[in-house]
């Protein structure tokens, strides 16, 4: 099993910057794709980013292009989000995940982190 724990969600100014990190643990983690989806108070969960897991492919939602960076780090069973030019339509709990498959849909991710609040004031 996978477990992934989100950590550097906090309370920022529109027009700032904010980088998350997931950490995982166990042994299949870095042969899953990883990514974070988000999810703001009365809205579905969404996809923010997803990456494969040599880190060769990504998908951004169109919302965040352009202003998010996912990115891995196998060796240290990590993976990160840069968040540039956040706006208040940001305000979400991020929560990172992993699976076998490179979607972009919540099913298909097996393991979910216990979520991080961002929110971005006005």
């Known amino acids: 099993q996978v477990q992934l724990v989100e950590s550097g969600g906090g309370l920022v100014e529109a027009g700032d910057s904010l980088s998350l990190s997931c950490a995982a643990s166990?042994?299949?983690?870095?042969?899953?794709?990883a990514g974070w989806f988000r999810q703001a108070p009365g809205r579905e969960r969404e996809l923010v980013a997803v990456?494969?897991?040599?880190?060769?492919?990504?998908n951004y939602a169109d919302s965040v292009k352009g202003r998010f960076t996912i990115a891995r780090d196998n060796a240290k069973n990590t993976v990160y989000l840069r968040m540039n030019s956040l706006n208040p339509e940001d305000t979400a709990v991020y929560y990172c995940?992993?699976?076998?498959?490179?979607?972009?849909?919540?099913?298909?991710?097996?393991?979910w982190g216990q979520g991080t609040q961002v929110t971005v004031s006005s």
């Open positions: 995940v992993a699976g076998y498959s490179f979607r972009s849909d919540p099913i298909s991710y097996d393991y």
């Open positions: 166990g042994r299949t983690f870095s042969r899953c794709a």
């Open positions: 990456i494969t897991w040599s880190g060769s492919r990504t």
